[in-house]
């Protein structure tokens, strides 16, 4: 702990949902190893959100061996009163909250025709729901504070694309939705929202099929601690706003949206004139960063 004595995240109050397992918990670790105090939330469900259980309690207790600070909650993020609680329990405890790193995740994988609309909704409801409830909760309180950081967990899955994970990957594009926007409301008050897209071996990694290693003792090259420096760098004074950082294995780099340069077709412009530049439409190579108007 004494090496972090100066850290800048010394008694910052940090919200980490989903932090009884895998990335959560790493982040967790290593923000209350800065002297951080953590609000560490988990259902304690299976990777498909089944049930419930003290896995909260299990990472409190191991950041507490450690001499670090932190509180458990146990509540659904996809309940609006649970997600809601999560941050009342961190302004109960800490009196603030300063960072909140929206985390927690399941899976219901299937091709699209053979997924139901409550697999759908779940997916849905646990990631982006989720995290919009409880970026709801704490929106008024970092806003009023002036300063905020908030990092929301996309995927290769929803920028990218990815087999048999439409609900999944729908949630996880919804992200950059939100983020888009939040970083411009919340910029002028000093609330920087990022997203992260990460990459680590967890027990939801080991549930895909393929995928076969021990999630106590994870590849040293898919570890989730080599994650967390991402998230902290978004939870920093000097963090982006509106990024989107992939981070797995040690390597770190940006992801963002490209456009190229317009057809100008006119304002008498049809489909057959479509066709005919329909090579110079699809062509990226020149591509470049959004002009924003
Ligand atoms: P994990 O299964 O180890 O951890 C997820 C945690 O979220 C679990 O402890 C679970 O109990 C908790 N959780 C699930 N539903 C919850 C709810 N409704 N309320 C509160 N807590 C809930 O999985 P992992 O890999 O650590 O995933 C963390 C995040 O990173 C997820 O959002 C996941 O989609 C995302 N992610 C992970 C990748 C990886 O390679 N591990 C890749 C891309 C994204």
Redo the contacts with the bound molecule.
């Keep these: 702990m004494s090496d972090f004595a100066d850290s800048e995240f010394q008694g910052k109050v940090v919200v980490i949902?989903?932090?009884?397992?895998?990335?959560?918990?790493s982040h967790a670790h290593e923000f209350a190893k800065r002297g951080a105090k953590v609000v560490v939330?988990?259902?304690?469900?299976s990777?498909d959100?089944a049930g419930a259980g003290d896995?909260a309690d299990a990472v409190v207790g191991e950041i507490e061996a450690m001499g670090g600070v932190a509180i458990a909650n146990k509540?659904?993020?996809?309940d609006r009163q649970?997600a809601k609680s999560i941050i009342d329990d961190a302004v109960s405890a800490f009196g603030r909250v300063d960072i909140l790193v929206n985390?927690?995740?399941?899976?219901r994988d299937k091709s699209f025709k053979k997924m139901s609309l409550d697999e759908w909704d779940i997916v849905i409801n646990?990631?982006l729901n989720?995290s919009a409830y409880v970026t709801h909760a704490a929106w008024p309180i970092m806003n009023e504070q002036k300063y905020g950081r908030i990092v929301l967990?996309?995927?290769?899955?929803g920028i990218y694309g990815n087999f048999g994970q439409a609900n999944?990957g729908a949630a996880?594009m919804g992200m950059l939705g939100l983020m888009n926007v939040l970083a411009l409301e919340g910029g002028r008050n000093n609330v920087r929202v990022n997203t992260l897209?990460?990459?680590?071996?967890?027990?939801?990694?080991a549930s895909i099929p393929g995928h076969d290693f021990d999630v106590d003792n994870p590849p040293e090259e898919s570890a989730?601690k080599l994650v967390s420096p991402a998230v902290l760098f978004m939870c920093s004074e000097e963090a982006p706003n509106g990024a989107i950082i992939n981070a797995?294995g040690g390597r770190y780099y940006r992801s963002q949206v490209f456009v190229n340069d317009a057809v100008k077709v006119g304002t008498d412009a049809t489909f057959e004139d479509l066709q005919t530049e329909a090579e110079k439409l699809m062509d990226m190579s020149a591509a470049h960063p959004p002009k924003r108007t």
Excluded: E, F, W
């Design positions: 949902t989903g932090a009884g397992n895998g990335l959560g918990r939330n988990d259902l304690g469900g990777v959100g896995a509540a659904s993020v996809s649970g985390n927690a995740g399941i899976l646990v990631h989720g967990t996309s995927s290769g899955s999944y996880k897209a990460p990459g680590a071996a967890t027990r939801m990694t989730p797995m």
